[in-house]
């Protein structure tokens, strides 16, 4: 979702009330960094002279900053000195098709840092709980808001694997029909959605149990039942997955029967036919060998009594193809 605002904010907060900042430029930001509460400062985009700004600024690894500029990582939680580090998918749905987000967390004793792969705000619910005073995210540190934005995240993945539910129930009408042209090409790039869920759903599940045993001094002890609830939710979507791509293998068994029975279906009409001609082949095959006795050639009557028997013959393999229930 596309918003009219700076792409660099900073939002603080505490018991008592809370304030906000935007910027285009984060030595904007830095000043209010110390601010007393939580502060919270956020990236729409992966632009590298602020990302480099910040981590000169919070002590941020080199390391973690090339996690951060590569959209290729996979979802993940390391622990530094002075931080600790998460990596998780958003994953959106649009047109039909299915788009990841990098999301990278820096957590620290009273400050986090997000940074988002595309301009958006992914978070727009917390900022308005913040803003509210909704919920308990003003009364808890910023452990709390990592774990916040996490779940913000995860619950997106429900409503794209409803979605995605939907669109597999289509194809389980359409498997039936070998006529569907576009089955093949359609479900492939349902299988290739799965897939990418996949990458995204599993490692996240090992990132937050990696998370809730860690003993990290960055996660404070209450907060261990809201991380294996968020656990919990994981896993759930990461079944509702395998549940899902289990689903797609037996909607293609289904369409590869019905292809499977249509051509069989072709090939017995085609093996009727050519069996029927087997014998008309024969006798226009005696007859065209054009011998000089045979006494038949000579008789008024050998055109319409060839053809009357070849009728007789193929009228008479239909009626026992009939009473066979071979048509």
Do not use: C
């Not at 919920?135 to 409803?162: F, H, K, W």
């Not at 261990?224 to 979507?237: G, N, S």
């Not at 079944?239 to 029967?257: C, K, P, Q």
Request: proline share 4%.
């Amino acid at each position: 979702m596309k918003i009219d605002r700076e792409p660099m904010s900073l939002i603080g907060y505490d018991p008592i009330g809370s304030w906000e900042r935007f910027s285009k430029t984060v030595e904007d930001l830095l000043p209010y960094r110390n601010s007393a509460g939580v502060t919270w400062i956020n990236l729409d985009y992966l632009d590298s002279d602020a990302i480099n700004t910040l981590a000169a600024a919070f002590h941020i690894h080199p390391l973690t900053v090339e996690d951060i500029l590569d959209t290729n990582q996979r979802p993940k939680a390391e622990e530094f000195d002075d931080y600790l580090f998460i990596v998780l998918k958003a994953i959106n749905r649009d047109d039909n098709r299915i788009t990841l987000e990098q999301i990278s967390i820096v957590l620290m004793e009273d400050t986090i840092i997000t940074f988002q792969e595309k301009p958006g705000d992914n978070f727009d619910g917390i900022r308005k709980r913040i803003r509210n005073n909704a919920g308990r995210i003003r009364r808890t540190g910023s452990d709390y808001l990592a774990y916040a934005l996490m779940d913000a995240v995860v619950d997106e993945y429900y409503l794209v694997l409803d979605a995605q539910g939907e669109e597999i129930e289509e194809f389980e009408t359409r498997a039936a029909d070998d006529t569907d042209a576009e089955f093949i090409p359609d479900i492939q790039k349902v299988k290739q959605s799965l897939f990418l869920l996949r990458k995204s759903i599993w490692p996240l599940r090992d990132s937050v149990s990696h998370i809730i045993h860690s003993d990290s001094k960055f996660i404070k002890d209450d907060l261990e039942p809201f991380l294996k609830d968020l656990h919990d939710h994981v896993l759930q979507a990461a079944e509702t997955l395998e549940n899902y791509r289990d689903l797609m293998a037996g909607v293609i068994e289904v369409n590869l029967s019905a292809v499977s029975n249509g051509m069989n279906k072709i090939m017995k009409v085609l093996t009727i036919i050519s069996t029927i001609f087997i014998p008309l082949t024969f006798i226009v095959g005696v007859y065209g060998m054009n011998f000089a006795f045979m006494p038949e050639l000579s008789s008024p009557y050998g055109y319409p009594v060839v053809m009357g028997v070849m009728i007789i013959v193929a009228a008479g393999m239909l009626v026992f193809f009939k009473r066979r229930r071979w048509i």
